[in-house]
């Protein structure tokens, strides 16, 4: 059991996670140690292969450690089958994958309401879910449209919207903003802010210290570790610093 209380909505200790073995192996993440709790806005910045992609993919519970423990709100994920981990990720997690990861043959009002309709919510109430979900992300006019009808950016904020529905408590989003002009990419900060100010646990890689500062802390990762913390800075020009950017 995780000795943290149940305000700690992700916690990761002493995580680790190595691809391959012997000479070829590559430490992508080492000893990390991070918690995040009810309420608060992490964001995660580092150079190219520091290991922000596997870091949330191991707190969505997407891969496992190869040493270390995660826990989503105090549950081991090491612990959970395959089918018990995949309730707890529609349930308790939203993800924004780098490359949306949407379904092509569905309507964005209906890949939204995906993970509810499978966890059991009605057609009903997960249609309603995503329509509000899609006008917090500011496109409820297309709800209907499939996405080979809508553009990267558009696609993108379907995905943003399925990662937030139906009140999600670990929100993770992975570069989030790249096909997105700067005034939509503050609009998802926007989103975010509020999710977590409502009460989720949110996890941002990015690469813009404009973004990064809205989150209450940034973590700064190279070569798998996590080299700095720094709290509540609204100063980008700091964040680059920090970031070696
Ligand atoms: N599936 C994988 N197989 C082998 N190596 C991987 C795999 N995923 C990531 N890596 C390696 O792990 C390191 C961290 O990658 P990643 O987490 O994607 O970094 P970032 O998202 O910060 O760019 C890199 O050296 C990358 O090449
Ligand atoms: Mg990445």
Redesign the pocket.
Known sequence: MSVQGPQQVLELAKVG?T??AGATA????RDVDLTIGAGEFVA?M????????????LAGGL?RPTSGAVFVESTPLAGLGLNELARLRRRAVGYVF?DFNLVPTLTAEENVALPLELDGTSARKARRQAADALRQVGIPELASRYMDQMSGGQQQRVAIARAIVGQRRLILA??PTGALDSTTGQGVMEVLRSRADAGAAVML?THEARHAAWADRVVF?RD?RIIDQATAMHDPTMLLTQAGL
């Open positions: 996670r691809f391959g590559v430490a992508a993440l995660v580092g150079p190219s292969g520091s290991g922000k992609s596997s870091l949330l993919a891969d780098q992975d570069e890689v990762l798998g």
